[in-house]
C-alpha cells in the first residue's frame, strides 16, 4: 500500500512537473519580439539585452549611431532618455526597465506610448555592481504628448 501511494505521488508530481514546464514554454513563445537600439560601445546596454534573454524574451539588439534620432521617432520625452531604446509590440521601453516591467505592460496593456526608467540608476537591469548596491528608481509610463506618470517603484 505504501509502496503503491508513493508510485502514485511520484506520477503526480512528474506530470505536474511537466504541465509545467510545458505552461512555461507556451508563455515564452508567445512573448513578442523585443527591438532594441543602442550603442556599440555600451555595456550596460548588452547587460540589459542579456537581462531580457535571461527572462525568456526574443531581443533583436542593434548598434546604430543615431540614438537621438531614434528616440525623437519614437516619443521618447527628453526627460525620461537613457541610454538605450527598445520596442516591444506598440509600446517603447526606454532605459533599464525590469523584463518584470515590460510582462506586466504587455499583459495590462494600458493606454500608454511606453514606460522608461530615466538615467541609469545603479542595480537596475544591466547596471549591476559587484557590491550588490542599488538606488531606489521609478518606472514611468509616458503619453503621446510626453507626460509622464508613475508606473512602479524599485
Known sequence: MTRAIALLAGAFLAAVTAWSASTLAIAQEKRPVISVWKSATCGCCVKWVDHLRQSGYQVIARDVDN????????????????????????????????ASDIDRLLNERPAVKGIAVPGMPLGSPGMEVPSGEK????????????RSAPFSRH
Open 135 to 146: 538606488e531606489s528608481y521609478a518606472v514611468l509610463s509616458f503619453d503621446e504628448a510626453g
Open 67 to 98: 540614438l537621438d534620432e531614434i528616440k525623437r521617432v519614437n516619443g521618447v520625452p527628453t526627460h525620461l532618455q537613457s541610454c538605450h531604446t527598445a520596442k516591444v509590440g506598440a509600446y517603447v521601453v526606454e532605459g533599464h526597465v525590469p
